[in-house]
């Protein structure tokens, strides 16, 4: 793999001027015909980028979406009470893009630039191997589970909630569009945990293809869409990977407001006590489960228990909400 050099105004031919295309895959070539094409390596980055983001995240979010109008799938409804409306999805949707192309889209249109100057390979060939790029996801996976998780405690920190983060709680039942539906100082910080783990990396080990990079997003898209999505399948990760969050785990959090803040894993939640809640929560209906109630009865104290636990959230979202920056209730902060 060449090394990284400042590219913008350089044509893509001359960049692979010495590249001996016999010994490229087929993916490889499709990665150099799309440069040799745009012929601006800043742009076609930019584009590549762009596109990656859009289709992965409403590719995903379209199925949940035809779930949701086909009665088979509720039974795996966390809140089947909840289903959003056709215009709540429509006025997400609209925010949604909105914010792709006013704040996301210029700022992956700056990408190619950034990353060549942290020393990020973009249009070099070839790429890297699967046996290096999945163990480069999964470091980003945890270095940005573990600043979401931070960020996102700072997120509910009164005056951040009430002025940035209240939007993203406008729905206490999540769907798959809702993934994004955020402040646009929402979206700069939480984003910021996406690449930084990345560049961090690069950074430190000084080499780091983009490539590696687009399959860390795809990975990260489908994770904020499935744990935004409402649904807990039997095939769903959690089932199989005990430590994984999920749609039941994330679901919790924006019902009840409390607890669960990380994003991909259990452990940080779970290390530092703010899944206590959750963990009664779920105890209950564990302990319901052996008592041999029936399926209607069963549901029916399930409504009931996340009824209470919703209450009691909007009790906690209130008094969020009444702190001011003093860090006091502004009945306080008044005197």
């Not at 060449?2 to 350089?10: E, I, K, L």
């Not at 930019?46 to 995903?60: A, K, P, T």
């Not at 930084?196 to 997003?217: K, Q, R």
Request: glycine share 6%; net charge negative; aromatic share 18%.
């Amino acid at each position: 793999m060449s090394n990284s050099t400042a590219t913008p105004y350089v044509s893509a031919a001359m960049l692979y001027a010495n590249t001996d295309f016999t010994k490229l895959t087929w993916f490889e070539l499709q990665w150099v015909g799309f440069y040799l094409w745009i012929d601006n390596p800043s742009v076609a980055t930019g584009l590549m980028s762009f596109l990656l983001h859009e289709l992965v995240y409403f590719g995903r979010c379209i199925p949940f979406l035809i779930m949701d109008e086909i009665p088979y799938f509720h039974k795996w409804k966390l809140q089947p009470d909840k289903a959003p409306t056709r215009q709540e999805k429509w006025e997400c949707t609209k925010h949604v893009l909105f914010s792709h192309f006013t704040i996301e889209g210029p700022a992956i249109w700056l990408f190619h630039p950034t990353a060549e100057m942290v020393g990020l390979t973009t249009w070099q060939v070839p790429l890297p191997s699967w046996s290096t790029v999945l163990p480069q996801v999964f470091l980003f996976m945890v270095f940005e589970d573990m600043f979401h998780y931070c960020a996102h405690r700072f997120l509910h920190w009164g005056p951040m909630y009430k002025n940035v983060h209240k939007i993203h709680h406008k729905y206490s039942a999540p769907f798959g569009l809702a993934a994004e539906y955020a402040h646009p100082a929402e979206v700069f910080i939480l984003g910021l945990g996406t690449i930084a783990g990345p560049f961090l990396y690069c950074a430190i080990t000084g080499e780091l293809h983009i490539f590696s990079m687009y399959v860390w997003i795809f990975c990260r898209l489908l994770q904020a869409i499935d744990s935004h999505s409402g649904y807990d399948f039997p095939w769903s990760l959690r089932h199989f990977v005990p430590f994984w969050s999920g749609a039941e785990h994330h679901d919790f959090h924006h019902m009840a407001f409390v607890n669960n803040f990380s994003t991909s894993f259990r452990w940080c939640d779970y290390l530092l006590g703010t899944d206590d809640k959750y963990r009664e929560y779920r105890a209950k209906i564990d302990a319901a489960k052996k008592t041999g109630m029936t399926r209607s009865q069963l549901a029916e104290y399930e409504k009931k228990i996340a009824e209470e636990a919703e209450k009691e959230g909007a009790r906690a979202e209130k008094e969020v909400e009444e702190y001011t920056f003093s860090g006091k209730p502004k009945a306080v902060a008044a005197q």
